[in-house]
């Protein structure tokens, strides 16, 4: 067990703001990481052997659909095989700040009593995903008045502090910046905060600061998509530039999320899966590691667009890949952390609505452990087969 995850232990019973007792009909607390249905031992249960969970993430609604915890058969499945949730939305700016003065809590706060009412840790993700497509547009848009700097920091600041104090009892693990650089362009991302602040390094800073002043003991995470194939090199030695750079500046970050939604979108004829550059990834998350940084799998999935429209053959394809990925990332079993997918059931998984994982043949990705009928996939095994080996 993680010295951050023991520390941990004593908080599940009261949380900020929130209590059971305003969870209406809440179940009974119930111990995580048991047998799953099919007499299959839970992938949380396989997990915790090597002293690290597994989890995914989550949505609320009111309509009981997809992700949503509200949504009796995802809720089922993920109390069956997860020991840590993630929210997929809930937390994101555009959930909760719908004006300059005002914070929405209320999805975010079903998922976390959700939490608290199974005994299921919860991560955070994000306090800031510095894109301004990602930015609710009233930040994109807004007036920083006469002296913008400090009028940027102080709301920043205010919203980490926020935010960090209704959940900061419940969660040990937090994303507190998401993807800064722009692949493309080869450079930090610029939005209405970096140019309030002067540049993206300033906001970024600022964010782990005023995360860390909140939250002494959590695990401060940045979080971005870098991955294994071969065309995200250059991705992999920006966000290198930027770990070295938060490590030189003294900036409180102790953990790199690995977001590992990995894409199979050419065929490699030596392996008949992706293109994947296996020493170029060993050198990275080499590096990485070697600066101090834990490491986490944080948004698990599989594109699919290369590989054939039969089922059987493709999801046999998509758990060869996944194999080959979490083996090599389990070779750095004393770095890694907690393993969460992004979504446990296809229909659902994002991928069916990100257009550059749609498929040429437009069928569904089949990109989770489970199908849309939640009956487990080949991909569910070949993860259950590398955490146990
Ligand atoms: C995605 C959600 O799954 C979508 O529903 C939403 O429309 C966009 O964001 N990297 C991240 C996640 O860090 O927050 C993204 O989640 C997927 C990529």
New binding site residues.
Partial sequence: MRDWQASRRGVLAGMGGLSLTACAGAPAVLPVGGPVAGGNTSLDAIARRGGRRFGT?V?WNEAGTGMSLSNPDYAALVRSECGIIVP??EM?WQALRPSPDAYDFSAMDEIARWALAHAMELRA??LL?HRPE?FPDWLNSYDFGANPVREAERLLVDHIATVTARYGDQIASW?VV??AIDHQRRAPIETSLSRAMGNPEAVIDLAFHAARERLPDAQLVY???MSWEPAHAGHCADVLRLLEGMKKRGVPCDAL?I?S?IEIFEIDPATGVGPYDEAGWRRFLDDVTGMGYRLLI??FDVKDAALPGDIALRDAKVADYTRRYFDLMLEYDDHLDDILA??MVDAS??LQ??EPAARPDGLEVRGTPYDSKYRTKPMRDAIAAALQA
Avoid: I, L
């Fill in positions: 993430a949505a997929e939305n994101k993700h994000v995903w990602w994303d998401n993807e979080n971005d998509y999320g977001q939604h944080t948004e992004w979504g998984n994002w609505y990100f």
